[in-house]
């Protein structure tokens, strides 16, 4: 005899293949009253019929079967600010979030320039426009690593140089052969003066000269090196002669810098990088060095050394606080909120850690010098300091060097320990020289150039772009001659997004109060006479520099 049933969970649950064969069943079996009961207490099926549901899954989007009550996909994004003319540019650089449609890769190379500005575009910085067009862009001291060109002209002039134009832009770098071109140049592929101007501007000069190591950036290039051959690291002897030949080198520069024969140059080591000035450019009449950024260790050496300094940006940052503190103290007095000896007591300047030299006799007075652990003199310049040990290794820990000063920190960089790692991929390898003209052991070097073409954006479809992507440690110089050749190849209009190398950026501070221009005969430096009107200028970006630079008729406007 059979058990009797015990109650249980539901018949769905216990038959799973019942359920299943209902399933198969039931598009045939609408019309059965009783097979719609069955269907009302069997588990819904999810989404649409299967024949409605079911795609092909190796369709594309355009193909695929669409349902004729879809959902109204949302427009595309306009780009902000509603200008017409910025539709291609703007969307380029920062792509919708709503759907995209199917792209076809045309050019070869087209699928490289939406990475690249990917990742040369920064929306962390606010920039700031000018309110109008300028004939010339600020001078920009930082080193930039890559520089993305884009117009509506194709760059095919710059590729491909015959051997002759190659060779003529060398010797037209070494010359310092000063090129001019017209304001147009109707068939750019064709002008040879523009094609060897172009060579002429990529030119730039290196020391020590190791091809299969990154030589820059050095800051941070721990593992670009590592791994590589580094016979050096564990041969002191080898390490003597290779510092020997830069101490060589470095003294070379130094002496075009006084001479007035070499603008500036770069020196760049593991820690910090140097900019040393020729006098009368960036507003200043002296020469100047400037180092980021730096630690308190390195200034106490400096200080030991007798090298008189200055930290720019953190007297001026005391500065503005200490006039804001001012305004707000006149501004509560004017309004009445203090009364009596709060007014009074208002006006005294607050209590500074430069009060406590040291001094515990207060604890003797008490009888409790024996008692109280006293902190050690190191803790105690430690906390005096503690204002400036807070800036190490920030733009704003950036020193200034000037005049003869500059002399004395030559020597110091070429004894100081700290300059060379001793530890780890860099060990034992000679900071980096970078100038813009030929120098005792330095090795000339040119900048890697390409044509990119791809296709951006706009409203109704897409439209052509084309770009020239340039890499390497490039110059202010390598920049300014850049857009000199670009403005009549591209007609007067291109933009132009720039990626920086951070801790350059910082030697844009201001070198000198506001005077009057400064006048030095730079004439044989080696640099085109436009291009050393614009370094002579004061700087005006601080610590930041020009992300955006854009031609518009000749004309320029830039986001920084």
Not at 110 to 116: F, G, K, T, Y
Not at 258 to 271: E, H, I, K, N, T
Not at 513 to 526: F, I, T, Y
Request: glycine fraction near 6%; hydrophobic fraction near 40%.
């Amino acid at each position: 005899m059979a058990a009797p049933a015990e109650p249980g969970p539901s018949p769905g649950f216990k038959k799973p293949p019942a359920l299943l064969r209902l399933k198969r069943k039931r598009p045939g079996r609408r019309n059965d009253p009783a097979a719609t009961a069955e269907d009302a207490a069997a588990p819904a099926p999810r989404g649409p019929s299967a024949a409605a549901r079911r795609r092909n899954p190796f369709s594309s989007l355009d193909n695929a079967p669409r349902r004729a009550a879809a959902a109204p996909q949302p427009p595309a994004a306009a780009p902000a600010g509603g200008d017409p003319s910025a539709v291609p540019f703007w969307q380029f650089l920062e792509p919708a979030c709503e759907e995209k449609p199917s792209r076809r890769v045309e050019p070869a190379e087209s699928s490289d320039i939406l990475a690249l500005s990917q990742d040369l575009h920064s929306p962390l910085a606010v920039p700031k426009v000018p309110s109008s067009p300028r004939q010339e862009f600020p001078a920009d001291w930082s080193i930039k690593t890559r520089v993305l060109f884009m117009s509506s002209q194709p760059f095919t002039w710059a590729e491909h140089l015959k051997a002759h134009e190659e060779a003529q832009g060398f010797a037209q770098h070494c010359r310092a052969t000063e090129t001019t071109l017209p304001q147009s140049v109707q068939e750019p592929r064709l002008c040879t003066e523009l094609r060897c101007a172009f060579q002429q501007s990529l030119v730039y000069w290196l020391h020590p000269s190791l091809p299969w190591l990154p030589l820059f950036p050095r800051i941070g290039a721990d593992r670009k090196i590592a791994g590589k051959a580094c016979p050096w690291a564990q041969d002191e002897a080898l390490q003597q002669v290779l510092m020997s030949d830069w101490s060589v080198s470095f003294t070379s520069l130094y002496n075009l810098l006084r001479a007035r024969l070499c603008p500036y140059f770069y020196v760049c080591s593991a820690q910090f990088s140097v900019l040393f000035r020729a006098a009368g450019l960036a507003g200043s009449d002296v020469p100047t060095a400037a180092i980021a950024p730096t630690t308190r260790g390195l200034r106490e050496a400096m200080r030991s050394e007798g090298i008189e300094f200055s930290l720019p940006l953190l007297e001026e940052s005391r500065t503005r606080k200490q006039k804001n503190s001012e305004e707000s103290l006149e501004r509560e007095t004017a309004d009445g909120l203090g009364a009596g000896s709060s007014v009074e007591d208002a006006g005294e300047p607050p209590p500074s850690d430069d009060d406590d030299d040291g001094s515990f006799s207060w604890l003797e007075e008490m009888g409790v010098q024996d008692k109280v652990k006293k902190p050690d003199t190191i803790s105690i310049q430690l906390r005096k300091e503690k204002h400036e040990v807070q800036v190490d290794h920030r733009p704003e820990s950036l020193v200034l060097v000037r005049g003869s000063n500059t002399f004395t920190l030559l020597n110091f960089l070429i004894s100081c320990r700290s300059l060379v790692a001793v530890a780890g991929p860099q060990a034992g390898l000679p900071p980096t020289l970078l100038s813009p003209v030929a120098f005792r052991g330095g090795t000339m070097q040119t900048l890697k150039a390409r044509s990119v073409s791809g296709r951006a954006r706009v409203q109704g479809g897409f439209e052509d772009v084309f770009s020239l992507e340039v890499l390497g440690p490039i110059l202010p110089h390598a920049l300014h001659a850049l857009t000199l050749v670009l403005g009549p190849a591209q007609r007067g209009a291109f933009r132009a997004l720039l990626s920086a190398h951070e801790p350059s950026a910082a030697f844009n501070t201001r070198v000198a109060p506001p005077q009057e221009a400064v006048h030095q005969d730079l004439s044989a430096c080696g640099l085109h006479p436009k291009t050393l009107d614009q370094l002579s200028q004061c700087p005006t970006l601080g610590k930041s520099s020009i992300r955006l630079l854009e031609m518009k008729d000749y004309a320029y406007t830039w986001k920084a």
